[in-house]
């Protein structure tokens, strides 16, 4: 695991602390051309080898260099203005991916390791639920109470904010369940009714009001007894 942290701090530094936005900018006009390409290629060799400070480590370290420049110069050759956001994500979740790789390679263990570990399938399994599956089960449950005039009111917010905001935060459920972090539960829940409810109040809308209170009650539900099955899984796993 520390080799892990050591590698993905190089990455945070590489990739966010000491790349200037002028390079970015250089990069996806020259593309493979950029002279700063190369040298952020460098710059997260040079830092994995620092960092981790092991001999051995030198050819692995060399190995993420050039799959991080190879990984760089597919995103900078198939995305475009809209497509952006897109490709950083998957930019940066196939560097962490090559991290970890790099780490079970090193360590000698098999990327079957995984495969045969009981916690986290568990752990997987939970996190994945408490995402999309539940927003779909949710949507449907209360479906059944939509308030007639819930499309005057999604004028007024972020394209699926509201799916956004209920995955999220069935997260920071989930993991404060993991934790044994109880008391952050009902902080959130406190949070959340003051910056949603505040606004359902003022629109003097009790069906509306009602609607919300349903979901969010259910989503907080469904995130807690999540947490708390998988937990008593991987216990009984152990």
């Known amino acids: ?116 570990n009981n916690e986290f399938w568990i752990l997987l399994t939970g996190i994945l639920f408490v995402t999309k599956p539940s927003s779909i089960i949710i949507k449907t449950i209360i479906s059944i109470w939509s308030p007639e005039n819930e499309n005057t009111h999604a004028d007024n917010s972020l394209a699926n904010a509201g799916n956004y905001i209920g995955i999220l935060e ?3 459920v989930f993991c404060f369940i993991l934790t044994g972090h109880f008391e952050a539960i009902g902080f959130l829940l406190a949070a959340k009714s003051i910056f949603r409810f505040g606004d359902l109040k003022e629109a003097k809308d009790r069906k509306l009001t009602e609607y919300v209170l349903i979901g969010t009650l259910i989503s907080f539900g469904i995130a807690i007894v999540t947490g708390l099955v998988v937990q008593a899984l991987i216990l009984q796993s152990l």
């Open 1 to 116: 695991m520390i080799l892990f942290i050591k590698l993905l701090l190089a990455h945070l530094l590489g990739d966010f602390i000491w790349q200037p936005t002028s390079w970015v900018t250089d990069k996806e006009i020259k593309k493979h051309k950029s002279v700063f390409l190369y040298l952020h290629i460098l710059i997260h060799g040079v830092l994995a080898a620092i960092l981790v400070w092991e001999i051995n480590f030198i050819p692995y370290a060399v190995l993420i260099a050039v799959t991080h420049g190879i990984i760089d110069l597919i995103k900078l050759n198939f995305q475009q203005p809209k497509t952006k956001r897109s490709w950083f994500v998957a930019d940066q979740i196939a560097h962490v991916l090559i991290l970890i790789g790099i780490v079970l390679l090193y360590e000698n263990k098999a990327i079957i390791y995984f495969w045969q």
């Open 170 to 172: 069935r997260l920071f």
